[in-house]
């Protein structure tokens, strides 16, 4: 079964909580990218990365953090620093300069 | 004002007419992709493209570079094609970076 798995679906952080969102793709693609949507705004990008062990700041990257320690894995890390991190979260690979494959998302709401 | 504009913002039709979502962009792109999001959450690309026209189905995508102006057109319009419709474009100059226009709700009523 080929594709973007999120996980997971539905997700919810505590105050002054870490919470970490799964990325996974086996469709061999070297670029993976985070986003985030709010209502009324287009999706904002956080990170992404190019190649295994090396990842850039997009527009939005204050309160998170990345790794990608291999192809297949970009795990996004929502700190505590990030005062505001409901939104619903957006996965995406693809080759670079080609089109982009999104997951599902996962939705985050602070308790 | 932001770099991709998307109009209109909402759009109601009758099953079976013609649309037509606009995308005008302010940056030079080496590329302008249309992307379609359904009430899940769900996103799924439907054109990438960098000159002219582009058809799948019912779904029909131009672009005119000189006066940076992208069009998305659904012809014999159906209920299941209520959804977002994203424009997203690459600049020359982001590498592999898109920036997002803020999305067209379509509903298409029976």
């Known amino acids: 079964d080929g594709g973007i798995t999120q996980s997971p679906k539905y997700l919810f952080r505590k105050e002054g909580q870490n919470v970490t969102l799964s990325c996974e793709q086996n469709?061999?693609?070297?670029?993976m990218y985070w986003y985030r949507q709010d209502p009324g705004q287009g999706l904002r990008l956080i990170y992404y990365?190019?190649?295994?062990?090396?990842?850039q700041k997009g527009d939005i990257a204050e309160g998170y953090s990345v790794s990608r320690e291999k192809k297949e894995s970009f795990p996004l890390t929502v700190t505590s620093a990030q005062k505001n991190p409901t939104a619903f979260y957006l996965c995406?690979?693809?080759?670079?300069?080609?089109?982009?494959?999104f997951g599902a998302g996962t939705r985050l709401s602070v308790l | 004002k932001n770099e991709v504009e998307q109009s209109p913002q909402n759009l109601t039709a009758q099953e079976g007419e013609f649309i037509t979502i606009n995308c005008s962009y302010s940056?030079?792109?080496?590329?302008l992709h249309w992307l379609q999001q359904h009430p899940g959450g769900g996103i799924v690309s439907l054109f990438m493209?960098?000159?002219g026209k582009k058809k799948h189905g019912r779904l029909i995508a131009t672009i005119n570079i000189q006066e940076k102006h992208s069009s998305l057109h659904i012809t014999a319009s159906h209920p299941r094609d209520s959804a977002v419709y994203i424009c997203?474009?690459?600049?020359?100059?982001?590498?592999?970076?898109?920036?997002f226009g803020e999305g067209t709700q379509l509903t298409v009523n029976p």
């Open positions: 493209l960098s000159s």
């Open positions: 995406a690979t693809g080759e670079i300069g080609n089109i982009q494959y």
């Open positions: 990365s190019q190649i295994v062990n090396d990842f």
């Open positions: 469709l061999n693609h070297d670029a």
């Open positions: 997203a474009v690459r600049s020359r100059t982001s590498g592999s970076r898109l920036t």
């Open positions: 940056v030079g792109i080496s590329a």
